[in-house]
């Protein structure tokens, strides 16, 4: 499980435990402060890694000396442990008093999120990085620069991931009544085989802008083989609001509101424009950024492929909006 930290910024100088005098010797790679979680039974040390995360507020701006409340997204960076690892195979570890220590004393000390220090031989440690320190720091001393490998990103506790059957979600359309998926797959007025393509969409963000008419266009060009709608899931979002936003951009396809966010969660969503292929089945066979034209790695691709009977070529990309 993970477990999402302030990030952590520090200026670090150069280190050798041995003497912190001696004259700094530049290896092209910075020593780094890090958060280590502990010590996996193959030996490598597992890190933290920085991220960038969303937010959505409400923000109140004065136009013309009227106030009016506008929302806007907030990017910010979250330290998520288990995310790197780093063998320690040919690394020395020592304690804070400048001990060396062994690799199983270590482990049994990391029990705990816990600052540590990565560095090469020959570098020495910068004050600002001792204030820092605490009595459980350790410091990973490496011949050469230390080779971080990404872990997978954990499956949010959840979410649905391809080729997984999707839970019957409910959402509200904009004349107010609720419906769910089940319900859309039996309209055979807009899909035959009980197809549907959601995508995450608003009227207040940049990358719907670009997407939409692709969107509409394809909600077009498949009704009656696919059911294509347009989820809205920003909280505070009004039907009245979204309708007359869809007018004014000549917007056909249907839009649905999620304003709780759980079809989102349900699918792992972070961004618009994040797209999902449901087929007659209920099972989830595509979820990524929705892509335009003949590319492989499209929301399109993947629903003809599903029309088809086929095997779906890229079945998940990352979320792009």
Same mark, same amino acid.
Request: aromatic fraction near 4%; charged fraction near 25%.
């Given at each position: ?28 790679? &910075? ?19 920085? !991220? ?55 482990? !049994? ?47 949010? !506790? ?95 396809? &249907? ?55 086929? !095997? ?10």
């Amino acid at each position: 499980m993970t477990r999402p930290l302030l990030a952590v910024a520090a200026v670090i100088g150069f280190l050798s435990p041995a003497d912190t005098d001696d004259v700094p010797q530049i290896h092209g790679t &910075p020593p780094r402060l890090m958060i280590a979680s502990g010590i996996d039974a193959d030996g490598n040390l597992v890190l933290s890694a920085t !991220e960038n995360r969303q937010k959505k507020v409400a923000r109140e701006v004065k136009t013309d000396g009227k106030k009016t409340t506008r929302e806007a997204t907030l990017t910010y960076p979250v330290t998520v442990l288990n995310r790197q690892t780093v063998s320690l195979k040919d690394s020395t570890i020592y304690d804070l008093g400048g001990k060396k220590i062994s690799l199983d004393q270590a482990r !049994e000390r990391l029990k705990e999120p816990t600052p540590i220090l990565l560095m090469m031989v020959g570098e020495k440690v910068d004050p600002i990085c001792r204030k820092i320190m605490k009595e459980e720091t350790l410091t990973f001393i490496f011949p050469s620069p230390p080779q971080l490998k990404e872990l997978p990103k954990p499956k949010r !506790e959840g979410v649905v991931t391809v080729g997984e059957k999707v839970p019957d979600f409910a959402v509200r359309t904009l004349d107010g009544r609720t419906v769910k998926l089940s319900e859309l797959q039996k309209d055979e007025r807009r899909t035959k085989q009980g197809v549907i393509v959601l995508s995450f969409w608003c009227s207040t963000c940049t990358s719907c802008r670009r997407v939409e008419p692709h969107l509409d266009k394809l909600a077009k060009d498949y009704n009656g083989q696919a059911t294509v709608i347009a989820v809205d899931a920003n909280a505070g979002e009004t039907a009245e609001r979204v309708t007359a936003f869809a007018r004014e951009k000549g917007l056909a396809l &249907p839009i649905v509101l999620d304003p709780g966010g759980c079809t989102a969660d349900l699918f792992g969503t972070e961004v618009t424009t994040t797209t999902v292929v449901i087929d007659g089945k209920g099972v989830l066979r595509y979820c990524g950024r929705f892509g335009q034209g003949d590319e492989a790695a499209s929301a399109e691709a993947a629903l003809k492929a599903v029309l088809a009977g086929k !095997e779906v070529a890229v079945t998940t990309t990352p979320h792009d909006g």
